[in-house]
């Protein structure tokens, strides 16, 4: 099955779900797709470029933060604060990964840590924009001046992050298709190589931790009136960690994999926290059984071309290993 | 006016001078070896004219541009493509790829973030003229990490100049190779050379494909020239035999 093929039969069933699922499951769905978008835009870094964060909830934080303020305090219409929210987060992300590509590797990894925390520990001092440890409440879906109300209802916001998940997929996908995914293709096999070709490598890792930060920064800002909150743990390291678990169980460098991912998370610590309160733990060893078995991830195992690609890369990483 | 000159470059590590007051002028067309035992500067040599290693003192520069200080990204977009002493390849990408990706670097639109059928077809005409050239259009399918070690030497190679560089530098070409790849790998520059159309700076151990390959030599020893000049010259050399070629000469 051909991707746009796929792409329109998949958007056709989520399109279908309102009318069909309960409202208790439209809010889980409506929440899987937002995290969906947030483990996708990671995957633009972890999967396609190689750069581990162990940050990557920073991103959320900023736009569920800003998109929060903008709505509480504004008065600034859905439609406007949403993107907006974003964007803040891309320029944002353009100093943090600034600062973070002076590094490369775990040294990377630990100075996107480093920056999350840093804007946790802001977000639980400064009361007066994020609230401390009470958060931001009651943030509206408001209309704005032109009166557009249909997304404030749960099922017209559902269509709203639907949207912005399937534009996000689009996009995401002609950037990785592009000569500039190549580029990143290289950085993420051999930067020293792609750099001696004459590429300005760490320009390129700005601009993808930009983009992945403002998609990132999108998924936050469209939880925030979801969740109609905003706190600190939107921010905390954990959160971060769950993402990059979703990415690698999703199948990292697929883009649709993450947002499989995704949803497999959130069903899975639902069944599982209904049923024990250790739910982490059982997540923990299938996230083990992920890497050891199907490093491929879900979507690789679903797609069997992923399969395939998997073996010879385990092939070429054995050949690398004995020569 | 000589294309690469290169002035009086020196580099310290610590207290160890692995680069010494090194001199050098490589003319147009001209296909110059640098020999010299182990640890007498070669690769810290390519690393400085590539920018990968900064310079304690001393100038290179290419075309009458000064290139100390410079990045290794925009040394090479003046026109210097390297190949290095450890094959470095994207393994994973096929042969292809690889020398698409490599050409892809000297266009004006390589970074453009949406499309790019022109920027691929343009990249990948090269590239695979470059392959051609190397005799490397049967593996062009494969992933670079599953050929054959000769055949990742020669893609490297193929690399470089799909970028069309107006000074290659080669270190090493034949690392690595057994006997039957070498004189291959031999047969396939010397063809490619022929022509003098390429500025070529070689580093080299082996002394067969040197004096087979280069038009000029320069000897360093202890990371300072010893000798420079023609391959004859250089093998008659007195201080260079004791130094270098043993009994070889």
């Known amino acids: 099955m051909n991707f746009s093929r796929g792409l329109a039969a998949a958007a056709c069933v989520l399109a279908l779900a309102p009318a069909a699922l309960p409202p208790y499951a439209m809010t889980l769905l409506t929440e899987a797709l937002i995290l969906g978008l947030f483990a996708m835009s990671l995957d633009l870094m972890v999967g396609y470029t190689r750069l581990l964060s162990f940050g990557h909830a920073a991103a959320y934080g900023l736009g569920a933060y800003t998109c929060g303020n903008l709505l509480l305090h504004t008065g600034m219409p859905l439609l406007f604060a949403v993107p907006l929210a974003a964007l803040f987060s891309g320029i944002v992300a353009i100093g943090v990964a600034w600062v973070c590509t002076l590094a490369s590797g775990v040294s990377f990894s630990m100075l996107t840590l480093a920056f999350a925390q840093l804007f946790y520990a802001v977000a639980f001092k400064w009361t007066t924009v994020t609230g401390a440890s009470d958060g931001l409440a009651g943030i509206p879906r408001s209309p704005g001046p032109f009166g557009i109300a249909i997304f404030a209802g749960k099922a017209g916001f559902y269509y709203l992050v639907l949207a912005c998940l399937l534009g996000s997929l689009l996009f995401c996908r002609m950037l990785v298709h592009s000569p500039f995914g190549e580029v990143l293709r290289g950085i993420r096999e051999n930067e020293a190589k792609t750099l001696s070709l004459g590429y300005n490598t760490r320009r390129y890792k700005i601009a993808v931790v930009a983009i992945a930060f403002a998609l990132g920064g999108l998924a936050g800002a469209l939880y925030a009136p979801f969740a109609g909150f905003a706190n600190t743990e939107l921010l905390f390291w954990l959160f971060s960690g769950q993402v990059l678990i979703m990415v690698i169980v999703g199948g990292a460098g697929t883009l649709v994999g993450p947002i499989i991912g995704a949803a497999f998370f959130m069903l899975v610590s639902n069944l599982l926290s209904s049923w024990t309160d250790s739910w982490a733990l059982f997540f923990g060893l299938i996230f083990i059984g992920f890497v050891l078995f199907a490093p491929q991830g879900i979507w690789g195992l679903l797609s069997g071309t992923g399969r395939a690609e998997g073996r010879e890369r385990v092939r070429w990483r054995f050949l690398k290993s004995t020569s | ?249």
């Open chain 2, 1 to 249: 006016m000589a294309l690469l000159e290169i002035d009086e470059l020196t580099r310290r590590f610590g207290g160890i001078i692995a680069v010494d007051r090194v001199s050098m002028r490589v003319e147009a067309g001209e296909v110059r070896a640098v020999i010299g035992p182990n640890g007498a500067g070669k690769s810290t040599l390519f690393n400085l004219i590539t920018g990968v290693v900064k310079a304690s003192d001393g100038s290179v520069r290419f075309d009458g541009t000064m290139l100390s200080g410079m990045s290794p990204y925009s040394i090479c977009q003046h026109g210097i493509s390297r190949t290095f002493q450890i094959t470095a390849l994207f393994p994973e990408m096929t042969a292809r790829e690889n020398a698409r990706l490599a050409a892809q670097a000297r266009h004006v639109r390589r970074w453009q973030p949406y499309g790019g059928s022109t920027v691929f077809g343009d990249a990948a005409r090269r590239g695979d003229a470059a392959l051609e050239r190397l005799g490397l259009t049967h593996v062009a399918h494969r992933p670079a990490g599953l050929l054959s070690h000769g055949d990742q030497r020669l893609l490297e190679v193929a690399m470089a100049l799909a970028q069309q560089p107006r000074l290659l530098l080669l270190d090493e070409p034949t690392q690595g190779l057994s006997v039957e790849e070498t004189a291959q790998a031999v047969d396939t520059l010397a063809t490619l050379l022929a022509d003098r159309a390429m500025t070529v700076l070689l580093v080299e151990h082996d002394m067969e494909v040197v004096f087979r390959l280069a038009h000029m030599i320069t000897v360093l020893h202890r990371g300072a020239v010893i000798a420079d000049g023609e391959p004859d010259a250089v093998r008659a050399d007195a201080e260079v035999q004791r130094a270098y070629l043993g009994g070889l000469a």
